[in-house]
């Protein structure tokens, strides 16, 4: 009877792809007070981060969506989570982001919605690649 909201599905914008060649001037992590996040970016475990983006960007293009939309309706898909907070910095940003819930009406990216695409084997696929499966009520209790 308990859900999960989570917060920052695009991982401060990672997820977004605009980290993958580096931290942009105009981005987030190029700030002062963001110096941690920038930190994470160009780190090991950052770049780990951008392979595994690569990776799921094939799963993505299958399903006819973005890496945001796919981050967004793979939390949603999730049992334990009531909803998702999600931050933008422009109203396209965001229109984008609820392409994982709704049909796209901008006619501009994706065309129908992510989260009915999610079937077992897609998230199976997107879980072995992540390698950070979240457990289910099932898996806690055995």
């Not at 780990?48 to 969506?65: F, M, N, T, W, Y």
Request: charged share 20%; net charge positive; hydrophobic share 35%.
């Amino acid at each position: 009877g308990v859900g999960a909201m989570t917060w920052s599905p695009l991982a401060c914008g990672i997820i977004s792809g605009k980290y993958g060649n580096g931290v942009p001037e105009s981005s987030r992590a190029a700030l002062k007070c963001y110096q941690w996040l920038k930190e994470k970016i160009i780190s090991e475990e950052g770049r780990k981060q951008q392979v595994k983006l690569k990776d799921l960007s094939p799963i993505a293009e299958r399903l006819g969506c973005t890496l945001p939309q796919l981050a967004v309706a793979w939390c949603l898909r999730n049992e334990g989570v009531s909803s998702v907070l999600l931050g933008s910095s422009n109203p396209e940003q965001l229109i984008e982001n609820l392409g994982a819930i709704q049909a796209s009406a901008s006619g501009g990216g994706t065309s129908a919605e992510v989260l009915p695409k999610m079937t077992t084997h897609i998230v199976n696929e997107i879980d072995n690649i992540l390698g950070n499966k979240p457990y289910s009520k099932k898996d806690y209790r055995s």
